[in-house]
């Protein structure tokens, strides 16, 4: 079992910067792959960016590509999502995930194994 926590979301305005955190426990097989999917009201779900265990191989949505960054913390087992120049369509309820592998990050009928609470980003 992996219990995943979030924190960093809030309200920002456009341009602006916020990170996210997500700190996992459990399972080292079900978080062979960390990151984080968003969801705006009305819309389909959508994977932002992931990580492998080990930093190796990393994944970001075109949407987000050159302005957000995934890291990680291997002493913490903390992910990190760094946004910047943050846009209005930016604006969702940011979930942190786990697998064991990142194929639900780019296959749509995949899906991660565990899931964070949600943190809600704003951004006007």
């Known amino acids: 079992h992996v219990q995943l926590v979030e924190s960093g979301g809030g309200s920002v305005q456009a341009g602006g910067s916020l990170r996210l955190s997500c700190a996992a426990s459990g399972s080292t097989y079900s978080r062979n792959c960390m990151g984080w999917f968003r969801q705006a009201p009305g819309k389909e779900r959508e994977g932002v960016a992931a990580?492998?265990?080990?930093?190796?191989?990393?994944y970001y949505a075109d949407s987000v590509q050159g302005r957000f960054t995934i890291s990680q913390d291997n002493a913490k087992i903390t992910v990190y999502l760094q946004m910047n120049s943050l846009k209005p369509e930016d604006t969702a309820m940011y979930y942190c995930?786990?697998?064991?592998?990142?194929?639900?990050?780019?296959?749509?009928?995949?899906?991660?194994?565990?899931w964070g609470q949600g943190t809600q980003v704003t951004v006007s």
């Open positions: 995930a786990t697998a064991a592998t990142c194929l639900p990050w780019v296959v749509a009928d995949r899906r991660p194994s565990h």
């Open positions: 990580i492998t265990r080990g930093g190796g191989s990393t």
